[in-house]
């Protein structure tokens, strides 16, 4: 089994930044991809980016330029830099890990863009 915790999830104002980051515990793969995708209430889940263990990166074209997707392979951690952020931006935010064919889902932290 495989556990993922976000943090890092808040309020903040239109123009401001936050940090998200996820842990992973459990059976853990090498190859992997993690990433990161919201929702916001009446919307459908939509990715916002991933990153591969090789350190390969695709974001969703409504964020390109403002988040930055890492992860420390060592460490297990995937984060997400988010700047310039958007009323828009408001949603849950969800950590995913994909591994041996399996996909695994972090609780969700909140993020709350608002003046």
């Known amino acids: 089994q495989v556990q993922l915790v976000e943090s890092g999830g808040g309020l903040v104002q239109p123009g401001g930044s936050l940090r998200l980051s996820c842990a992973t515990s459990g059976t853990i793969f090498s190859i992997n991809i993690m990433g990161w995708y919201r929702q916001a209430p009446g919307k459908q889940r939509e990715l916002v980016a991933t990153?591969?263990?090789?350190?390969?990166?695709n974001y969703a074209d409504s964020v390109k330029g403002r988040f930055t997707i890492s992860n420390d392979n060592a460490k297990n951690t995937v984060d997400l830099q988010m700047n310039s952020l958007k009323v828009e931006d408001t949603a849950v935010y969800y950590c995913?890990?994909?591994?041996?064919?399996?996909?695994?889902w972090g609780q969700g932290t909140q993020v709350t863009v608002s003046s």
């Open positions: 995913q890990r994909v591994q041996s064919g399996r996909t695994y």
């Open positions: 990153i591969s263990n090789n350190g390969h990166t």
